[in-house]
């Protein structure tokens, strides 16, 4: 998987800079960080699958190059005992981008995608595209209850430093959270195929807790 994922990064990044040293130096950061110990679903594999999806939605997409740094680097700064992974994510994305030369107005696009992940609420709402990347990150939400499982066994691995007496009363309010919204998922193509059972799968996560 990595050395497809590989070329799918040097595929996209070439499209903006000649220089192969530069584009592995910013691969290699990329997967370090995706990479550590301490990760369990927040891994290349969750970006893999976002990728997927943003491939299948191609055509509804105004600016792709974006949507795919954003996925690249939305998660790329994570620790579960912080609380500004997102805001930190968005500037690792906007030093590495300045190095492609990268257009500024579509680096604060790219930035503002990230920063939406945080909460899960539109920032950029001109086009779909801020809508389509929140749907990706989500899906495992609406996924097989298997697949829904194992995420949140990976979840709680991530957040193993804390105990249950406190892990659950935390984890029961963002799904309590997501359940109120009026719906989860921002796309109709998202609402139509993963809304019903993402809230399936929530609830019967909460009762599981």
């Known amino acids: 998987m990595k050395s497809d994922i590989k070329s799918q990064w040097f595929s996209l990044a070439s499209k903006y800079t000649k220089d192969d040293f530069l584009i592995n130096s910013l691969w290699l950061e990329i997967s370090k960080h995706y990479s550590e110990k301490n990760r369990y679903y927040h891994t290349l594999t969750h970006v893999q699958n976002m990728l997927l999806q943003a491939k299948s939605f191609e055509d509804k997409i105004v600016d792709f190059d974006a949507l795919l740094f954003a996925i690249w680097y939305h998660d790329i700064i994570y620790k579960s005992t912080k609380k500004d992974n997102e805001e930190k ?87 309590q959270h997501f359940l109120e919204r009026e719906t989860l998922y921002f796309t109709e193509a998202y609402q139509v195929t993963h809304e019903n059972r993402a809230r399936e799968n929530l609830k019967k996560e909460l009762e599981l807790l």
Not at 119 to 135: G, P, Q, T, V
Not at 150 to 165: A, C, G, L, S, V
């Open 89 to 175: 994510s968005a500037l690792s994305a906007k030093k590495s981008l300045k190095s492609l030369n990268f257009n500024e107005n579509r680096l604060k696009n790219i930035q503002d995608l990230i920063l939406s992940t945080k909460k899960h609420f539109l920032i950029l709402d001109k086009n779909m595209d801020n809508a389509y990347l929140l749907d990706f990150d989500l899906s495992i939400l609406g996924s097989d209850w298997d697949s829904y499982r194992n995420y949140t066994i990976q979840i709680r691995k991530e957040y193993k430093i804390y105990p249950d007496f406190m892990y659950k009363p935390g984890r029961k309010k963002v799904l």
